[in-house]
């Protein structure tokens, strides 16, 4: 099991000068996990370079995150389904296909209006 954990550990390549992913496969398999998570969500992240991470989560409906914030820019593409955005100045639907971005440091709630996937960019200080 050891030469396993280890083959798979260095397939997956978190940085590189190109990587490439099928958000569908991906999606998937984040949707069958979060399906049976307690929390009502999974995530992977996918790439970890640098100042950049970029992480797709998979939401069930009615899963919400508590406000939170980073100290970085961050966008949130909506890959399947729709997603409620909250901020100080206010609440945004994010329907599949839309992209949001934040500046440093925005103080943000997440609520999933349905079953839906997101893909998150950060890009820290």
């Not at 050891?2 to 984040?30: I, N």
Request: aromatic letters at 2%; one cysteine or more; charged letters at 15%.
């Amino acid at each position: 099991m050891g030469t396993k954990m280890s083959m798979v550990q260095r397939t997956r390549r978190l940085a590189g000068p190109m990587l490439t992913f099928l958000l569908h496969a991906e999606d998937d398999t984040l949707r069958a996990f979060a399906a049976s998570a307690k929390s009502g969500r999974a995530a992977k992240t996918l790439v970890k370079q640098g100042s950049q991470r970029i992480t797709l989560v998979a939401l069930r409906k009615g899963t919400a995150m508590p406000q939170h914030l980073v100290a970085g820019a961050v966008s949130v593409q909506t890959i399947r389904g729709c997603l409620n955005v909250g901020t100080s100045g206010g609440e945004v639907e994010i329907p599949q296909g839309t992209l949001v971005a934040f500046g440093p440091g925005v103080a943000h709630t997440a609520t999933a209006l349905g079953d839906c996937s997101i893909l998150i960019t950060v890009s820290m200080p």
